[in-house]
């Protein structure tokens, strides 16, 4: 099972970023995926996960309005587009698979991560 995650970079306040994670090693089209953030300091959270079929998405209240989820199933792809970003996004970003369809906290896979600045 291999997620490598990509896109992260610096970027000023209210400035936008598109993550994208690239799945292999299992049936992409099967897990529910998600986006977890982890700041230096802090718990790693959650910000964002979407159902196998992309028919349900749900967000972290911090990034609602501003943060959307998407997947590819032919692509066995999920990206996140990251609009009017604020200092405090500034945090390491993960991909993760959880093993079922529906249930996105499932145990599962992670990514290395991708690092996301935003600063002015």
């Known amino acids: 099972v291999q997620l490598v995650e990509s896109g992260g970079g610096l970027v000023q306040p209210g400035g936008s970023l598109r993550l994208s994670c690239a799945a292999s090693?299992?049936?992409?089209?099967?897990?529910?995926m998600s986006w977890y953030r982890q700041a230096p300091g802090k718990e790693r959270e959650l910000v964002a996960a979407?159902?196998?079929?992309?028919?349900?998405?749900n967000y972290a209240d911090s990034v609602k309005g501003r943060f959307t989820i998407s997947r590819d199933n032919a692509k066995n792809t999920v990206y996140l587009q990251m609009n009017s970003l604020k200092l405090e996004d500034t945090a390491v970003y993960y991909c993760?698979?959880?093993?079922?369809?529906?249930?996105?906290?499932?145990?599962?896979?992670w990514g290395q991560g991708t690092q996301v600045t935003v600063s002015s």
């Open positions: 993760r698979a959880a093993i079922s369809p529906f249930d996105f906290g499932a145990p599962g896979y």
């Open positions: 090693g299992f049936t992409f089209s099967t897990y529910a």
């Open positions: 979407i159902i196998s079929t992309g028919g349900s998405t």
